[in-house]
């Protein structure tokens, strides 16, 4: 099975809406989701499932409108939950992003994934309703106008992002229906109506096990709260505009005339460079030609002529290359005084590396921010509730192979079992169920310190628990957790979590192991 269809699949959980309802009902087609959850909730124990699942997709939508809101539909994609690349149009006039932006918006997705979590649960309890979605239908309001828009398909918001450029094309080869206009040239672009998914049971405790992992991902995110460092930027910032503003210290004609000589300098080096390049064309034409010579000399007296004339030729180039390297070498010199000179002209023109760094200054930001955010105290009910969360995700996602392994039926399926055929791109290898579980079970492993997590620099036999860590964290230093002295009040003496496991599924699936985990969670 390929990385593409895998991958498709959880693209497609995520983008999935309700199929025929009552006429009066509203739809997610041309309502949206919110709609949609607000008639659901009129009998929340008879759609708790359904429920439940619009409101996962709902979280994410009110992280994508948050983006929008305050311009940051590009600018928060090297962050876990937050990856996606919206399509829309960016907003043309956006609030200003305060410090605390970013942690309310991880915030409010922490408190919706226990939002929609409650109703799963409260499914599970009091029996599970199996229900209907259908891809199309699915679009998230970005712009918060309560209507349609380009850009907005869930589709197109979350294919290129989940699947990559070359499967998202692929999927769309394969599943996009186009219009004509009455001239039968392509107008429009549609996903076909039949890709229609019957989530049940099994489902319910998938999807269960999928908003644990994201709170999880959401309160360690939450525990390195990085709002006091964005507010010590933000006012560290403020200086830096408050800069004062001091004279030329250079005198400028001066410094006009010393730019000429220098450029006449160099345009006298960019001279002699072409006439040597034009006499090594030269000298090596010659020495072919007595090479060519040599070859068909018949006397000895001929050849040993030929061989002093191919000697004194060869010294000529070689003199000329060497004049050639110091021309250059000077040139570049010069060239780079040039620079140099004309940037002490003009205080405010920017270096070429000042360019290039503001250019990647959003990146730039991230890094610091992200690595000053973990060594700051952790908060330690939040590292507990992802703990949590993670030991959570792991009984979900066995309760859920455990009951599709009960399944009987064959009717649309989601993740199929042995018997079954998903109605989606999806084939699951033989074995890779089982090489699943064993990826589970070291993982719930390390949660619970029965395996330790190895580092490099901690002596033999020794690893790094988890649980130790959990119980009471610390800021994580990168020189010290590099050395390993950061991990010495964690440490324990015992087994080790391999990458056995891993290496088993990554060949179970051949090559596709990454595609297989997103999917499974």
Known sequence: MRFTNIVLSFCLSLALATGAQAQTAPTLAEDGLQPRIDH??????????????LLTLRGV??????????????????????????????????????????SRIMTDF?????????????????????????????????????????????????????LGPRAYGQFRRDNVTVGTDFL????????????????????????????????????????????????????????????????????????????????????TLQARDEDIRAGLEQLNQQSSALVAELNQAETQADKDKLQSEI?????????????????????????????????????DDATPLQSLMQRERATIDTFYVALAAIQQQPDPARIRAAHADWTAMIRHNRMFWALLAQETDNDREWIPNARQSSVLPV??????????????????????????????????????????????????????????????????????ITAQSWQAFERLTSGNAAGFALFFN
């Open 311 to 347: 000697q004194s030729v060869r010294e000529k180039i070689s003199d000329l290359r060497t004049e050639q390297r110091d021309v250059r070498q000077a040139r570049g010199l010069v060239r780079n005084e040039i620079r140099s000179a004309q940037a002490k002209q003009t205080a």
């Open 61 to 102: 939508e009110k992280t994508l409108q948050a983006r929008y809101d305050h311009g940051l539909g590009q600018q928060m994609t090297t962050l876990p939950l937050l990856r996606l690349r919206p399509i829309l149009a960016p907003n043309p006039a956006p609030r200003r992003a305060g410090p605390d932006t970013l």
């Open 184 to 267: 039968g040239k392509p107008v429009s672009e549609s996903f076909s109506t039949e890709l229609v998914v019957r989530f049940d049971t099994a489902d319910q405790a998938w999807l269960t096990a999928y908003t644990h992992m994201l709170s999880g991902f959401g309160n360690l995110f939450l525990a390195f709260d990085p709002e006091p460092i964005l507010r010590d930027l933000d006012a560290a910032r403020a200086l830096l505009n408050a800069a004062p503003t001091i004279p030329n210290f250079y005198d400028q004609a001066d410094l006009i005339a010393e730019i000429d000589a220098l450029e006449q300098e160099l345009e």
């Open 427 to 496: 084939e699951i290898p033989e074995r890779v169920a089982e090489g699943w579980q064993n990826i589970l079970a070291d993982a719930e492993a390390v949660l619970d310190g029965r395996l330790l997590i190895p580092h490099p620099l901690l002596p033999p036999g020794h690893g790094i628990s988890l649980p130790a860590y959990v119980e009471n964290p610390a800021p994580l230093d990168l020189t010290q957790w590099v050395h390993g002295v950061g991990a010495y009040p964690y440490a324990a003496k015992g087994p080790r």
């Open 110 to 162: 922490v408190i919706d994934m226990e939002r929609a979590r409650d109703a799963l649960i409260a499914a599970e309890q009091n029996g599970v309703t199996a229900f209907e979605l259908a891809l199309p239908d699915l679009w998230f309001d970005i712009n918060g106008n309560g209507t349609r828009d380009e850009g907005e398909s869930a589709i197109e918001t979350l294919g290129t992002v989940v």
């Open 40 to 53: 659901l909730s009129q009998d929340p124990q008879a759609n708790r499932f359904e429920l439940g699942f």
